[in-house]
């Protein structure tokens, strides 16, 4: 019986501790859901409210006028682009023209000095062939003066020396030098 008196004892204490426990969490409250409830419905929707006319509006005008600056920058730099091009082709087709025209110059004149070069080296080729024709005849002229001229030099040059060998001078005869010869 104690032992029932100690149980039904212990029990109701802890049925008090319990029922000074039961507050716990106040949101898992059943009586609170209601007011909870109610509370979060009203603030997403507020929040549905701004978010869906206040900020998307205004973050979708910012993309669309972005996309619009975009869009003007890329058909602007296509324009920029295009006039370029032209610019380049027409740059191209004038430098074809004037190396064209500066390489017609250049073939023009390369004919024109080739022709007074040519004329320039006929002139001076004839003028050498005469100095040669004269070089050739003077030469012909000092080899006959120095053949009819070469007995009375070899005489000249023996008495030079016999005088140098033997002392005395002596005078010789071209008509013996001749005879030597068999000339």
């Known amino acids: 019986m104690i032992r029932k008196a100690f149980i039904s004892v212990l029990l109701f204490a802890e049925t008090l501790k319990a029922e000074d426990g ?13 007011s909870q409830i109610f509370w979060l419905v009203l603030l997403f929707l507020i ?22 600056t975009i869009d003007n920058y890329l058909s602007e730099a296509k324009k920029i682009n295009d ?4 610019i380049i082709s027409r740059i191209n087709k004038d430098f074809e023209q004037a190396k064209n025209k500066q390489s017609d110059e250049l073939r023009q004149n390369f004919e024109a000095n080739k ?9 001076i080729n004839s003028e050498f062939e005469k100095k040669k ?10 080899r006959k003066s120095i053949i009819s001229n070469l007995p009375k030099e070899c005489v000249k040059i023996s008495d030079i ?8 001078k002596k005078k010789g005869d071209i008509d013996e030098f001749r005879k030597i010869i068999g000339d």
Do not use: A, C, T, W
């Not at 039961?22 to 209601?34: A, C």
């Not at 929040?47 to 619009?68: A, G, M, Q, S, T």
């Not at 006039?83 to 032209?86: A, E, F, T």
């Open 22 to 34: 039961k507050g716990g969490m106040p949101q898992l409250n059943p009586e609170s859901f209601s």
């Open 47 to 68: 929040l549905f409210v701004l978010i869906h006319y206040f900020f998307l509006p205004k973050i979708e005008n910012i993309r669309k006028k972005r996309d619009e």
């Open 83 to 86: 006039s370029i091009n032209q």
């Open 115 to 123: 022709k007074i070069l040519d004329k320039k080296v006929l002139e």
């Open 133 to 142: 024709i004269q070089l050739n005849k003077d030469i012909e002229l000092n």
């Open 161 to 168: 020396l016999y005088e140098k060998i033997m002392g005395e």
